[in-house]
Every structure is written in structure tokens, then in C-alpha cells.
């Protein structure tokens, strides 16, 4: 395993992190959600993420006794809050209310004293910066969270919130995480460079295009998929152009030595502005495949223009069609 500092911290994360969204404490049962865990931890995996939303608090839930037999300072635990809980007008945003209480809940969910990174999981334009940058500072200053980010916040959000932080001379976030992977670049043109500049790391997910970037659809639509299950991106994005192009990202993959999901894994890892990225399990042996995507991060000039000739020319936007991490 490999790790990189979280941010400007001196934290150290691995660089491939456990995610829980769509998996823990739905999909998987506990006795699997414990394998994953432990398979995850005993490869390197120090970097464990989930939100309160996952599961209106079940993945949270799910989580805790899988990391119950693990030393708690071994680990690097970070969970998200703004979706709304319940019908409560308050339970939902980023109000310093809203955000105390949901950090008090998903402790209380996690079985844990503290959190490592407490997440804004959208930016809120009806609660001022302000106010979310001294609320985070509180709970660090009270030792409930060690650190906070973002997720899915645009450069200038970013920015607005470590200049409010520097006036408050408050802790800034360290992290954003937004959705990317070589079929979706968004954040290369302005949130990558803004948050260089200002210390902020990327904590990325649907590094696998929610399976596009796998060979699970080179032969059409599993009826156990997603895809199918509950139309999480469109059939008519699933072209024979777009899956040709998507053939021959696998082709390079192969010629690499590896799948077309460890060489998806590895291309995002290629950037070292990206701190680590989330992958999702459904089994041990799928686990074991993504880690293996560090025995090649290296890629060459060829190989980096040919997948992005065939990303550009596949004209896929999974994450528009897609629902919110």
C-alpha cells in the first residue's frame, strides 16, 4: 500500500480508501461487510468512508462493529452530513445546528469517540461559510473531529471557505471529495488547480464510472447490475460507439497487465494531488482485484493519449445521470 497526506495535514491516508455507499448495510450483509473491512485493513487500507445519508444511517451503523476488532488509532475514519434525515426543517444543511447534531449521531452510530475527517457533503447556499467554518473549528477545538472537508464544492466554495477560515484563523478544510475517473475530468480545469494552491486534497469516487469502466456491459446489461436494478445511469448512454471505445480502454488495459478496472483505478492515482480514491466491494476477490491496481501506476505518453482519445470519443457523463453520492 501506499499513502499520501490528507491535504495539507500530516495525517497519512492510504490510496486506495474503503467506501460504503451503496454496499454497507445494504447491499452486503455484516458477516460480509466484516470480511471486506478486514481483507481491506490486513492489504494496507487505513482509510475508511462512509456518510450519514448511506442508508439513513445504516451504513454508519453496519460499519461500526466491523471495525470494532481493529485499534482505533490505526485507522482514519471520515463520515459526511447536508442531506436531509428526516421531514425536521432543521435535520438537513449545514447550520451549525445541523452540523453539531449530525456529528453527536454518526458518533453515536460509528461507536466512536472521534471522527478523523467530518465531510460537508454539498455546499449549502442558504448557511454563510462562515458559519460552517466555526462550527467545524468547535467540534476540532472539543476533540470530536480531528479534521474537515467537502465533497462535490466547486474551486471558488473552496476558496471562499479558507479565506473565511484564515480570517477566523480556523482550521481549513483539507479535503474535497468529487466524482472522477477517466471518462470525467471536471475538476481538472478549476477545482484540481484552486485547491493546489490552497492545500486541499482529492478524496475521489466513481473512479469505475459505476461499472462502465469495468467489462461488466461489453455484452449488454446484467440483470443483476445496477444499470438495470434501478436505472442509475441511462441504457441510451450504453451505445455500441460508447461501449467500442470502452473495448478498447480494456484493450489497452490488457496490454498493461492489467483489468480495465485496476488500470481505471491506477489512472486516477497517477496524479499525486489525488490523496486516495474510494472503492466500493461486493466480495474479497473484488477487493483484492482493485488493490491490485498499484502494481502499475505508471503510464506512458501512448498509453495516457490513447485513453484519452477513446474517454473524449466515448461521449459518456455517467455522473449527470447518476444519483447523488
Known sequence: MRYRRLGASGCKVSVISFGSWLTVGSSVDDKTTKSLVHAAFERGVNFFDTADIY?????????????????????VLATKCFWPMSDNANDRGLSRKHVVESVHASLRRLKTDYLDLMQCHRFDPETEVEEVVRAMEDLIRQGKILHWG???????????????????????????????????????????????????????????AQGLLTTKYLDGVPADSRAAQDGSFSREMLTDDALDHVRALNGIAQDRGQSLAQMALAWTLRDPRVTSTL??????????????????????????????????EAGINIWAQSSAH
Open 55 to 75: 442508508g439513513r444511517g445504516d451504513a454508519e451503523t453496519a460499519l461500526a462493529p466491523a471495525l470494532q476488532a481493529l485499534r482505533r488509532a490505526d485507522l
Open 150 to 208: 467537502v465533497s462535490v464544492w466547486s474551486g471558488a466554495q473552496i476558496a471562499a471557505a479558507c479565506r473565511a477560515a484564515e480570517t477566523w484563523r480556523a482550521y481549513q478544510p483539507v479535503t474535497n471529495q468529487p466524482p472522477y475517473n477517466l471518462l470525467e475530468r471536471g475538476i481538472e480545469a478549476e477545482v484540481v488547480p484552486e485547491c493546489q494552491k490552497l492545500g486541499v486534497g482529492q478524496i475521489v469516487f466513481s473512479p469505475l
Open 279 to 312: 472503492i466500493g466491494a461486493s466480495s474479497v476477490r473484488q477487493l483484492e482485484e482493485n488493490v491490485g491496481a498499484l502494481d502499475k501506476l505508471e503510464f506512458s505518453d501512448d498509453e495516457l493519449a490513447a485513453i484519452d482519445r477513446h474517454a473524449v
